[in-house]
């Protein structure tokens, strides 16, 4: 899986996306490569820890 970058575009499967919709409803935190997919400085993927 890509890092995020500015010019990459990263399509999550329908898997993943239930995946993490799952995660979240239950209060868990997302795997690690999600959150700096989301986030593009590693200070704001932690802050969810």
């Given amino acids: 899986m890509p890092r995020h970058q500015d010019t990459e575009k ?7 996306k239930r995946d993490l919709i799952k995660l979240i ?6 795997p690690e490569k999600y959150r ?3 986030f593009r400085s590693t200070s704001a993927a932690r802050l969810g820890r």
């Fill in 10 to 16: 990263y399509e999550l499967s329908d898997a993943e």
């Fill in 36 to 38: 700096y997919l989301f």
């Fill in 25 to 30: 409803q239950q209060g868990k935190p997302l």
